[in-house]
T-cell receptor, first 120, second 116 residues
Framework: GAGVSQSPSNKVTEKGKDVELRCDPISGHTALYWYRQSLGQGLEFLIYFQGNSAPDKSGLPSDRFSAERTGGSVSTLTIQRTQQEDSAVYLC??????????????????FGPGTRLTVL | GENVEQHPSTLSVQEGDSAVIKCTYSDSASNYFPWYKQELGKRPQLIIDIRSNVGEKKDQRIAVTLNKTAKHFSLHITETQPEDSAVYFCAASIGGSSGSARQLTFGSGTQLTVLP
């Protein structure tokens, strides 16, 4: 079946402009995550959506970053007044929670190809 | 919050040798530990994971061990091949209740190079 898709694949913008990044998760996956990967670095958690619950925004680096998920499917990450330090690859992942039996659930996350954002 | 440290940052091995990557985590509540492989310019892909109720898991040439007391886990790749060359990330997560899922906290990655 289709995997996680993201658009655009590349985005070049000028400092101060707003950008929107889109993520289409795997159909049926109730959890959706956004991560940021700077050059040569690990993945930094940004925000997480789980079903109809309020999103976990604890990873957003500033109030210039926001995200929404409409209809429990597609998600858009918006960065306002972009700065050069926002340049990175933005990765989206989705998962379907699996109950672990002994309490707690474990989520295999499937990643999209990412959007490479360059702020000039 | 959770903090995951990963070592080494780079690792070169001869083809056929074994490679070991180690990670430590800080939150004793973490109970899910996946490993992802990321080839250059591509998305991370899960290669193996382990839950806190087991100490070791193996899948062909790849194995992962977990020591909950010491809060560290390791990836072992045996009989390495050139196609194993990639960046490997460890991660930790806290499983929630009622089917909820939590975000992953990632290590900083290990660039593995397998020399032919």
């Amino acid at each position: 079946g289709a995997g996680v898709s993201q658009s655009p694949s590349n985005k070049v913008t000028e400092k101060g402009k707003d950008v929107e990044l889109r993520c289409d998760p795997i159909s049926g996956h109730t959890a959706l995550y956004w991560y940021r990967q700077s050059l040569g670095q690990g993945l930094e958690f940004l925000i997480y959506f789980q079903g109809n619950s309020a999103p976990d925004k604890s990873g957003l680096p500033s109030d210039r970053f926001s995200a929404e998920r409409t209809g429990g499917s597609v998600s858009t990450l918006t960065i306002q007044r972009t700065q050069q330090e926002d340049s990175a690859v933005y990765l989206c992942a989705s998962s379907y929670p699996t109950r672990g039996g002994a309490g707690g659930s474990y989520n295999e996350q499937f990643f999209g190809p990412g959007t490479r954002l360059t702020v000039l | 919050g959770e903090n995951v440290e990963q070592h080494p940052s780079t690792l070169s091995v001869q083809e056929g040798d074994s490679a070991v990557i180690k990670c430590t985590y800080s939150d004793s509540a973490s109970n899910y530990f996946p490993w992802y492989k990321q080839e250059l310019g591509k998305r991370p892909q899960l290669i193996i994971d382990i839950r806190s109720n087991v100490g070791e898991k193996k899948d062909q040439r790849i194995a992962v061990t977990l020591n909950k007391t010491a809060k560290h886990f390791s990836l072992h790749i045996t009989e390495t091949q050139p196609e194993d060359s990639a960046v490997y990330f460890c991660a930790a997560s806290i499983g929630g209740s009622s089917g909820s899922a939590r975000q992953l906290t990632f290590g900083s990655g290990t660039q593995l190079t397998v020399l032919p």
